[in-house]
């Protein structure tokens, strides 16, 4: 039995984690993975009724979970899900920002010719919906006696050798995002909260499309790593393989 798992049974039992855009791909994988573990977990989809369907195949597997409709483009949405978890749980242990999206218009355009549009767009769903729910469910991860962030990341948002040109709204985004990691996670190095950033990897996703060579279900091990990580394990970090390397 790993350290992390001896926490989990002996500290806080059940956990509590909470999932953004955990309905399908990587989120969904997430989600079964951290339920396995005897996690209490909520899965956080834009569709109540989506996120139904794979906390209905958590219980039916003998796992706790329930859903929670949230959307990180709204703040009401993010508030409401965070009041919601507050009612009914009271704190939260574990908060994966996984919602993302990459446009067809970042697809095809170079910066030069990228609309406003599809830019905003993206920083909004990318960098500020971590924002915003990082900023809702603090208090909630204050409460537990220990804590963990995982932001969903890329190594296309690296700023060490991966800026190669296209793809600019999706690249930036995700820089941002590896800054906010490491700006909160030393904010939280006094607290037993845990904030790191994870690349998953090309995996076979709506977005990463289907000729990506890794599964969801491999994808999501190093997300699981980073939200069960031991009070000793390292914050302010991009995590690869359940390896740090630089962002």
């Known amino acids: 039995m790993g350290t992390e798992d001896s926490r989990l049974k002996a500290e806080d039992s059940p956990a509590v984690a ?100 599809a830019f905003r767009e993206t920083m909004d769903v990318n960098l500020f919906g971590t924002y915003r729910v990082c900023q809702a469910f603090l208090p909630l991860l204050e409460k537990a006696p220990w804590g963990r962030i995982v932001n969903v990341t890329s190594a296309m948002g690296n700023l060490s050798d991966a800026m190669t040109g296209g793809y600019s709204a999706y690249r930036i985004s995700k820089a941002g995002v590896n800054a906010l990691t490491a700006n909160l996670a030393a904010e939280l190095k006094s607290k037993r909260i845990l904030v790191n950033c994870v690349h998953p990897g090309w995996v076979r996703t709506r977005m990463g499309t289907m000729v990506a060579p890794l599964s969801p279900k491999k994808g999501a091990e190093s997300i699981i790593y980073a939200a069960t990580l031991p009070d000793d394990g390292p914050t302010g970090k991009y995590i690869v393989k359940r390896q740090t390397q630089p962002f």
């Open 18 to 117: 909470l999932v953004t855009g955990g309905n399908r791909g990587i989120g969904k994988a997430v989600c079964l993975g951290l339920a396995a573990k005897g996690i209490h977990t909520i899965v956080g989809s834009r569709s109540l009724e989506a996120g139904e369907k794979v906390s209905a195949r958590i219980m039916k597997n003998g796992g706790s979970s329930e859903a929670v409709q949230l959307d990180v483009q709204s703040p009401a949405s993010v508030e409401a899900a965070a009041r919601q978890v507050e009612d009914r749980q009271g704190s939260l242990n574990i908060l994966v920002n996984n919602a993302g999206m990459l446009s067809g218009e970042d697809r095809k355009s170079k910066f030069g010719t990228l609309p406003e549009g």
